[in-house]
T-cell receptor, first 115, second 111 residues
Framework: ETGVTQTPRHLVMGMTNKKSLKCEQH?????MYWYKQSAKKPLELMFV???????ENNSVPSRFSPECPNSSHLFLHLHTLQPEDSALYLC??????????????FGPGTRLTVT | AQRVTQPEKLLSVFKGAPVELKCNYS??????LFWYVQYSRQRLQLLLR??SRESIKGFTADLNKGETSFHLKKPFAQEEDSAMYYC?????????????FGGGTRLMVKP
């Protein structure tokens, strides 16, 4: 598998469940990102990891917990979510966390529905 | 705080007509701007970036700092250009290349 992969592609969970989203990049990149895409809002950056270290938490509620065990894998652990958390969650990676104009490569996303 | 605005949610044109997708931004630093595109059933991907001053698939975009705009243009639209287009601003620093996206414009090119 090449590029950025995300599993599962679809997830339905209850408000009391605990689940995890997984992202893997096969591009040798150093930075990874989680974005949230809701129906009525622009794509929002949630977290940034730079060489496995979290460098940005964009005021995300604690019911979302990211984990980056190495530069190729990124997880988003979910617990006690709310229905308004239903959205498409996108993972992305880039070659260099700093620098100028580096392209971000996106995964296909996980469509999350909270019931 | 940085902000990216795409005033049109939907833009519909006929094949062969010129296209301009508008993007305005607000940012106190030196902006780096991008256009990303999402074709039907495909993932979001980079179309072009302002620092490259390139033309991709016939599209160009010029950064106008005076008007704080980065409009995307193509002189003759093709049906395969139908897609969702997102303007994005990078508040780049050593911690990461953090993109702020606009709300997106859906371009429909009719035959």
């Amino acid at each position: 598998e090449t590029g950025v992969t995300q599993t599962p592609r679809h997830l339905v969970m209850g408000m009391t469940n605990k689940k995890s989203l997984k992202c893997e990049q096969h591009l040798g990149h150093n930075a990874m990102y989680w974005y949230k895409q809701s129906a009525k809002k622009p794509l929002e950056l949630m977290f940034v990891y730079n060489f496995k270290e979290q460098t940005e938490n964009n005021s995300v509620p604690s019911r979302f917990s990211p984990e980056c065990p190495n530069s190729s894998h990124l997880f988003l652990h979910l617990h006690t979510l709310q229905p308004e958390d239903s959205a498409l969650y996108l993972c992305a990676s880039s070659q260099d966390p700093g620098g100028v104009g580096y392209e971000q490569y996106f995964g296909p996303g996980t469509r999350l529905t909270v019931t | 705080a940085q902000r990216v605005t795409q005033p049109e949610k939907l833009l519909s044109v006929f094949k062969g007509a010129p296209v301009e997708l508008k993007c305005n931004y607000s940012y106190s630093g030196s902006p780096e701007l991008f256009w990303y595109v999402q074709y039907s059933r495909q993932r979001l991907q980079l179309l072009l970036r302002h620092i490259s001053r390139e033309s991709i698939k016939g599209f160009t975009a010029d950064l106008n700092k005076g008007e704080t705009s980065f409009h995307l243009k193509k002189p003759f639209a093709q049906e395969e250009d139908s897609a969702m287009y997102y303007c994005a601003l990078s508040r780049n620093n050593n911690a990461g290349n953090m993109l702020t996206f606009g709300g997106g414009t859906r371009l429909m090119v009719k035959p």
